[in-house]
């Protein structure tokens, strides 16, 4: 007889415990393959990835649900293992799949340009004589365009059963394609122009350091930029009145080939804040086919004269009794103000007018004087050089190119002097109320009004939701 205990027979078969383990084991695997913060991860980067310009905010309804991969809103990781699965299985079957391409056409060739390709670099890679580049450009006139190449284009060969050349062409821009085809008596040459669907877009921006950077950031281009301060130049001015803090909406034409964006067209709507004080545009094309811009009330928006002849430059000196010349040292009067910008900067004339000088004048060098009317006259000195057409009694349009920015005369730096006077009088350029140009008449005032209202209505909308959206 022995004292020993007897064990205690175990809780769980040995089967239940090995089962057990794993399971544990299964569930620490799941663990190490689908961490939370891997699964929180996916939702910031495709939250990141949906941010896009305000202009895309009208297409918003056609985005796939991103809904369904988000394992934090209840789906089960079992679906994100599927979907991620299905993803690797056709990542593994491209290969294959770029393993057996299809039999190309021995006819067809394509080559890029590459920096430093000639046409006739370009006619040896598909392996064509030299010759060949003679016979097609003497061929025809218009077919030297196919010698202005540029870097990144695509030029497509098509060849005969000989393996002479049967026809060439090449797409130059997104809506234009030029192409040679040969005949009996040579190439004869085509023009092809893709006509764009024409949409309306909006945009939102702030401004933190300049009109340009901040039109950048809304998604406009910078020609789009240049198109708002022409509009609202006559009550803002561009070079000195912006503000940071001041904001803008835009509602304007894009060009579309294909669903993407291939340009843009007019500036339908435009509003700007500057300085607490809100500027309205509408463009409006009368019964008479004549168009402008106009505020939201009917009056319009184009005045006599524009505010500055110079886009975005810097004012350097301002109107003054008694300024010291930095050239003479001495006190003199400066009678109008100093735009200082690169040489080279357009410079437009301020309103309507015929030019009574283009020429040299004294300390001013390189001058433009252009009178407007019996009372208004502008000056525009130490110009570089005159724009083309630009000479003695020739008419002008107001924003017409006159000149460019230079330092001829008396000047220390390449730099605008622009005068104002009224009447024979020099006045402030700055301070100067010009005159308004006619409102919409009475019987225009309907049809602009169902046309305006939609347009201010869609600024106020798009932007109402985009501020929305931006506290979620």
Not at 157 to 163: H, M
Not at 252 to 266: C, F, I, L, R
Request: net charge positive.
């Amino acid at each position: 007889m022995t004292n020993e205990t007897p064990k205690a027979p175990p809780l769980y078969p040995k089967s239940h415990l090995l089962a057990a383990s794993g399971i544990a084991a299964l569930l620490s695997l799941a663990l190490l393959v689908f961490p939370s913060s891997e699964v929180e991860a996916k939702k910031t980067t495709l939250s990141l990835e949906l941010e896009s310009p305000a202009e895309q905010l009208k297409d918003e309804s056609k985005a796939a649900p991103l809904v369904q991969v988000e394992g934090d809103q209840g789906t089960p990781f079992a679906q994100i293992e599927s979907a991620e699965t299905t993803t690797e299985q056709a990542a593994q079957q491209a290969p294959a799949a770029e393993q057996k391409p299809e039999a190309k056409d021995p006819s067809h060739r394509e080559v890029t340009v590459a920096r430093g390709d000639t046409l006739s670099t370009l006619f040896a890679k598909v392996g064509l004589p030299t010759n060949a580049v003679h016979d097609l450009l003497a061929s025809n006139k218009q077919a030297k365009q196919f010698s202005q190449l540029k870097h990144g284009q695509v030029l497509q060969f098509e060849l005969d059963k000989t393996g002479q050349l049967a026809s060439l062409h090449s797409k130059v821009s997104n809506l234009e394609t030029i192409r040679l085809t040969k005949t009996a008596k040579g190439y004869t040459f085509a023009r092809e122009i893709s006509k764009p669907v024409v949409r309306t877009a909006y945009a939102h921006g702030v401004i933190k350091s300049s009109l340009s950077a901040s039109a950048q950031r809304a998604g406009l281009s910078h020609s789009m930029a240049m198109d708002m301060a022409k509009v609202l130049g006559y009550d803002i001015d561009f070079a000195q009145d912006i503000r940071q803090g001041d904001e803008f909406d835009v509602v304007y034409e894009q060009k579309v080939m294909d669903g993407k964006v291939v340009g843009t067209g007019n500036i339908l709507s435009a509003r700007f804040t500057n300085r607490g004080k809100t500027y309205t545009a509408v463009r409006y094309t009368n019964k008479q086919g004549n168009t402008s811009y106009y505020t939201a009330d009917g009056n319009s928006l184009r005045k006599a004269f524009i505010r500055t002849p110079v886009d975005f430059a810097r004012i350097s000196s301002r109107f003054s009794a008694g300024r010291k010349h930095p050239i003479l040292n001495k006190i003199r009067a400066h009678k109008g103000v100093d735009y200082a910008a690169p040489r080279g900067t357009p410079i437009k004339a301020a309103g309507d007018g015929r030019i009574e000088l283009a020429g040299r004048r004294g300390g001013y060098g390189n001058t433009v004087i252009i009178a407007h009317g019996n009372s208004y006259k502008t000056l525009y000195g130490h110009m570089q050089g005159f724009a083309k057409g630009i000479k003695n009694g020739s008419s002008v349009k107001q924003g017409q190119i006159i000149g460019y920015i230079g330092t001829t005369g008396l000047s220390t730096g390449p730099h605008l002097h622009y005068e104002f006077q009224v009447n024979g009088v020099h006045v402030d350029p700055l301070s100067q109320k010009v005159p308004m140009a006619d409102p919409i008449t009475k019987a225009e005032r309907q049809r602009f009004m169902q046309q305006s209202q939609p347009l201010i209505a869609r600024m106020d909308q798009e932007k109402a939701t985009m501020l929305a959206a931006n506290k979620r």
